[in-house]
């Protein structure tokens, strides 16, 4: 998948950040090219680390009646500005002397004239669900929304907060609520469960939910590729006949050719390999064809490559289709057994994700250790986001995983998404993340 530099956010700035920081991030560009979609956010607390992250997210969403408005309502700042590598720039300036309340909002592309909205607060500092101008209010959402940037957060709470663009408003008008506050929702339904659900099972049940939601969008997503390599029955006969009909004078050599397919096949057994580790197609046996073929009398053997090259065309055609599929399924299990000891994850796009001991326990994923469930829930959530032009925000990434394993996340995740649109924004405590990303760091604070 090509990447879309424009989709990326060339800078944030922020001014009167609680009524006393200004902020322009990154501080400098990154040196090191790989890192040219990540950007480390630093600093003590009380700083403004996550309320950063809070407004990127709040500001950048195209859901209704989610709160996002509310939210850049009700946080003290002066003024937000995010731009794109494409010269777009999204803009929130607050229009009272307090930094609280009413807000006028923009979106600027190069060379247009800014779609601009005032979003207007109560007296408790809410934005109101039913616009007062609707015209310019859905004029302003579907500007923003053209943006085409898919957004998903996790929380230092570890709630996961996901935000797609509206492809047309007057179709579709929503609302959006956290993962975490759906776990919660839809277990408060559930008789047997008490009303007060705790930190503890809200975690378990997110990773169940990634977990899900990985294995659904994986089953979708090979579905579609395998339907547009898919070559029916007709086609196929169709073009065997063909290649039979023709009557084109070749030099034929037989004993080249011969060798050719037998190679060709010996390819295809082996590429077969990789997907049908992840269960995407069919282990394919050559040996089935090689005694046919080393046993075809030469006067046959022209006929029979007629006949068999158009099903072994329809090998490849799949396979290249899958290709990449494949490759993002082998980076994300792959990464993750890395990490893992005397356990490992299997994923078949028809089973599901399978979680193993050495032993040859299976286990559920809610019965990993905090650790070990919050790196698959950050790399589940990582996934999601590589089908289409993605920002990630994740704040502290090093909760709950040791010194080892903080050194090596975010070379994995960076690794995991290098051919693909997303772009990272961490914001951090750990001294074992930031110390390799010195140049690629913005210090927040005084």
């Not at 009167?16 to 090219?33: M, S, V």
């Not at 709040?58 to 939210?71: I, M, P, V, W």
């Not at 850049?72 to 607050?94: M, Q």
């Not at 990985?214 to 169709?238: F, P």
Request: proline share 3%; aromatic share 8%.
């Amino acid at each position: 998948m090509a990447i879309s530099k424009s989709k990326l956010i060339s800078s944030v700035i922020v001014t009167g950040l609680f009524g006393k920081y200004d902020y322009e991030i990154p501080q400098k560009r990154a040196t090191d090219p790989s890192l040219n979609r990540t950007i480390f956010i630093y600093g003590d607390n009380g700083c403004g680390k996550t309320t950063v992250l809070r407004l990127v997210f709040h500001a950048l969403a195209t859901a209704e009646k989610a709160g996002h408005r509310t939210f850049l309502s009700r946080t003290k700042f002066r003024t937000l500005e995010i731009t794109l590598d494409n010269g777009t720039k999204v803009s929130c300036a607050k229009t009272g002397n307090d930094l609280l309340g009413t807000f006028k909002m923009s979106v600027k592309k190069k060379n247009k004239r800014p779609v601009e909205y005032e979003f207007e607060a109560d007296e408790g500092y809410t934005i109101p669900v039913n616009p007062t101008e609707p015209k310019e209010y859905y004029e302003f959402l579907s500007a923003l929304s053209e943006i085409k940037l898919s957004l998903f957060f996790l929380t230092d709470t570890r709630t996961i907060m996901i935000d797609e663009p509206v492809v047309n408003y007057r179709m579709q008008r929503r609302s959006s609520l956290s993962i975490s506050e759906r776990v919660i929702m839809e277990s408060r339904r559930l008789p047997n469960l008490d009303r007060n659900i705790d930190a503890e099972e809200v975690a378990r049940e997110l990773v169940r939910n990634s977990v899900k939601q990985v294995e659904a969008q994986l089953r979708n997503l090979s579905i579609r590729a395998a339907s547009r390599s898919e070559i029916n029955v007709n086609t196929l006969y169709r073009e065997i006949i063909k290649r039979l009909a023709s009557s084109e004078i070749e030099s034929f050599d037989t004993a080249t050719n011969k060798a050719e397919i037998l190679k060709r096949l010996q390819l295809l057994e082996e590429a077969s390999s990789r997907f049908a580790r992840f269960g995407l197609l069919p282990k394919f046996n050559s040996k089935q064809f090689h005694s046919s073929i080393t046993d075809t009398q030469d006067d046959k053997i022209e006929i029979m490559l007629k006949v068999l090259s158009p099903y072994l065309d329809s090998l490849e055609s799949k396979y290249k289709t899958l290709s990449e599929l494949q490759e993002s399924i082998g980076l994300f299990v792959d990464a993750i057994n890395s990490f893992y000891k005397d356990k490992s994850i299997r994923l078949d796009v028809r089973r599901g994700l399978t979680i193993r001991t050495s032993d040859g326990e299976i286990l559920e994923p809610d019965q990993l250790s905090s650790g070990e469930r919050q790196l698959l829930l950050l790399f589940c959530n990582t996934i999601l986001a590589i089908e289409k032009p993605s920002l990630v925000l994740i704040d502290e990434p090093e909760l709950s995983l040791n010194i080892k394993w903080q050194r090596l996340l975010i070379p994995s995740l960076i690794k995991f998404v290098a051919t693909y649109p997303v772009q990272f924004i961490f914001a951090t405590h750990s001294f074992e993340i930031i110390s390799k990303y010195v140049d690629n760091l913005t210090k927040l604070g005084s």
